[in-house]
Structures are given as C-alpha cells and as structure tokens.
C-alpha cells in the first residue's frame, strides 16, 4: 500500500505540474500534504518519534535549505564576480582553445570530476555553472551537451568517491579501507562518468536544445566585450579556493588526531559554508578591488545576482519538504523490512535496497545509509565479500532514477530552464545510467579483486 501510495503522489506531482499548470513550489508541497494523510500520519507531531505533516514539511525545507541557502547564495556571488570580472570568460576561452568547441563537454566532464572529488555536489555544481552557462553563449552549443557532463562528473564523485560524507560513512558501516576504495571508484566512476557524461549528453543534445536561461545567465555569463581579461591562473585559483580549502579538511580528518587543534581548525575551514564565504571574500579582492573595481561596484553585483536565486531556492526547498513527507512517513522503513529476508549477493542486494529507498524517497544519503545498515551484518557473514566494492555498490545503487522526489531534480530543472519531462529526458536518465553502468563495473571488477 506504501509504495502504491508513493507511485500515486509521483503522478499526482506530475499532472499537477504539466497539465494544471499549477507552480512546482505549490505542487510539491500540496502533494507533501497528500501524501502524509494517505500514509496516516498525524496533522500534528504528537512526539519526537511521530511527526506530524505541518513540522515534517517544515523540518524537510528547513534542512534543504539550512544548507543550500548559503551554498547558493555565496556560491552566486562567486559566480557573478567571475562573470562581471570576464573570468569565467577566459576559463570558458582557454578550455576551448584547449579543447576545441566540438570537444568542450569532455572538457566539461573531467573539471566536474576533479572539481567535485573534495567538495559536495551543489557545491560544485554552483561554482562550476558560470564557466557552463559563458561556453554554452559562447559556442552556440546545447546547455544540454555541456550540462550533461558536468552534472554527471560532479554525481559520480557524489555517490562513489570518498571523502564524501555518505560514502565515507559507509566505508564505517562496511569497515572497509579507505585508500582501496578511493582507488576501486576511480576505476569505476571514470567510465561511468565518461558514458553518462560526454557520451550521453552528446547523444541527448542533440535532441533537446536548451540556450542559457536570460534571467540567471544574465547574472552568471556576461560577455566582456573590449575589456581585459583577467588572468587565467588568478581566476582558476580563485575557483579552486574551496576546493583546496575542503580538500585539506579531508586529509586532515585521515591523517590528524581528532582532538589536535590542527584538525579542529582543517575541518572548519573545509566546511563547505566556510570554505565558501572564504573563496568569495577572496573574489572581491582578487577579480574585484585589485582589478579597480570600486567598493560600491562590487556591492551593487553581490547585491542584483540573488534575486533569480528565489524562486530556485523555493522549489528546491519544497523538494525537500516533499522527501522529507516520504521518509516520515516509513515508506523507507518499509522497504528496508522487505529487503532483509533476502538472500542474494550483499554486493547485489546493497545495490537494490539503496536503488528501492532511492526511487521511493529521494534521498541518496538516506538511501545509501540504509542500505549500508541493513546489508553490513550479512556481509560479515557471507565469506569472501569485497568490503570496498560494496561500499561502491551502495553509492551507486543511491543515484538512480532521481526524479520529481528529489530536490536536486528540481535544482537541475531550474538552472538549466528545462521542463519536468526534459529533466526526466536528461537528469534523471543519465543518474539511471550511472547507477546501472557502475553496478557492472564493480561486478567486472569483483571477478579480479
């Protein structure tokens, strides 16, 4: 009945949506509300282990956006001094002259997987999205053929690559070793992201052609006409600040004491809020006041790019509210229940139960840690289980099949100005095709290690 009720809340969200017309931000929330009344939940939290639809709702935004908020909008600003500075210009121009237009979505492919190995996906999905939206005016080229490469590298190191949180987390649950892993989904996820990357999205660009949406890309990708440049390194530097920043926090949580005042100050200068508020400080100097930009100037740029950041912020916000309704209500619970009986291979069912959990909440942190829960026990007692591969398998099998549930799917939508069923066309086909890619990868490579 569960999962009955969540297939009805996925087509309700759709027709509401495409046929009503009604605005995603309302629709998401008005289908949160029917879902929890479906599946029993009380209106109001009565206790802590019972929440009501009101506080889920609420607590589903508050936690997207406690995040997000401050990603996007620091993240913005980042993106629009690069803009106003012609620095994501001159990135987008020696890619290109590097690259060639015609190759410009592999070039988009490895820049999101390096980029996105330290840092959490929306992280460098907003750090990345003015060197998309300048190549994509520039080239003529689909936002689609670039775009697909770049989300696909960056979900890659997302699900598979340690130090990210889930997969780290995992690598606990399984006891397994870090320094394998890391090396096991190199080898896995490099393919991975070249076929759901440049292959796909050339393969699919050339059947949706999506042009940078004005309102944002106005903000994000201006052209500098008669200006001079500014440095590449200065600019790519820049760029990477919280790159290094979230990277040194990685190692310093593998190599220092956790009690050092050495690792207290690593880890909170990589965290992502910090490690951004920091880059942006430092594009105000570095593509601003040393460039002769005034004060006001700078403050004028910071203050117009986050107005098209509301209606983006709103959606993803109601996704969450919407994922948070579906794991309240112990549709994945439910799920996990069924999945425990089984017999199959722990490589194969941790892959499953995270697909499963995936598909009815939406959440691939959520998903994974089940997963990795319910599937570690039998691994220990099933003879000759590579711990490492595992924890791949369960990252990958939390990828798939991102739809409406998701607030990434949303966030995706409204960047790249696509509909409902062209981001099903495209976003959640190419996180289908990473799960299933990277699950007969790791079972390849399970027959040798």
Not at 8 to 15: F, Q, R
Request: net charge neutral; proline share 5%; glycine share 10%.
């Amino acid at each position: 009945m569960l999962l009955l009720i969540v297939l009805a809340a996925i087509i309700a969200l759709l027709l509401l949506i495409t046929v009503a017309k009604l605005n995603p931000f309302v629709a998401l929330i008005v289908t949160a509300i029917g879902v929890g009344l479906a599946t029993g939940m009380p209106l109001f939290t009565t206790s802590p282990e019972d929440p009501g639809i009101v506080d889920s709702i609420k607590t589903g935004m508050g936690n997207t956006l406690g995040f997000l908020a401050i990603v996007l909008a620091l993240g913005t600003m980042l993106g629009k001094m690069m803009a106003e500075s012609g620095g994501a210009e001159r990135i987008a121009q020696t890619l290109i002259s590097r690259f060639g237009e015609k190759n410009v979505h592999w070039a988009m492919m490895f820049v999101a997987f390096i980029v996105g190995i330290p840092v959490f996906f929306q992280v460098g999905f907003v750090l990345l999205i003015p060197l998309l939206f300048t190549i994509a005016r520039q080239t003529g080229v689909s936002l689609v053929k670039i775009g697909v490469p770049l989300v696909a590298g960056l979900s890659v190191v997302h699900g598979l690559v340690p130090p990210h949180p889930a997969a780290m987390a995992a690598v606990g649950i399984f006891q397994a070793d870090v320094g394998l892993t890391i090396l096991y989904s190199l080898i896995v996820g490099l393919p991975t992201a070249i076929l759901a990357g440049p292959v796909y999205g050339n393969w699919i660009g050339k059947r949706i052609h999506k042009t940078v949406p004005k309102e944002i890309g106005d903000q994000l990708a201006e052209k500098k006409e008669g200006k001079e440049l500014p440095g590449f390194f200065n600019t790519l530097f820049t760029v990477l600040v919280p790159v290094f920043l979230m990277l040194s926090a990685s190692i310093a949580e593998l190599t220092l004491p956790k009690e050092s005042l050495a690792f207290g100050v690593f880890r909170f200068l990589g965290d992502p809020v910090i490690a951004l508020l920091i880059a942006t400080i430092y594009s105000f100097f570095s593509l601003g006041f040393f460039r002769g930009l005034s004060r006001d100037t700078v403050l004028k740029f910071t203050n117009d790019c986050l107005a098209p950041t509301a209606t983006i912020l709103l959606v993803i916000g109601a996704g969450g509210a919407f994922n948070r309704v579906l794991l309240d209500s112990g549709i994945g619970e439910y799920i996990a229940e069924l999945a425990e009986g089984s017999n199959v291979s722990p490589i194969i069912l941790g892959w499953g139960i995270a697909a499963m959990i995936r598909v009815a909440t939406g959440s691939a942190t959520v998903s994974m840690m089940t997963a990795a829960g319910i599937v570690a026990p039998i691994a220990a007692v099933v003879p000759g289980v590579n711990l490492e591969l595992l924890v791949l398998a369960t990252g990958a099998g939390s990828l798939i099949l991102s739809h409406v549930n998701d607030s990434g799917f949303w966030m995706i939508k409204e960047y790249f100005g696509m509909t409902v069923k062209e981001t099903l066309q495209t976003w959640t086909v190419l996180e289908t095709i990473i799960a299933v890619v990277a699950l007969g990868l790791i079972l390849v490579l399970d027959l040798f290690v």
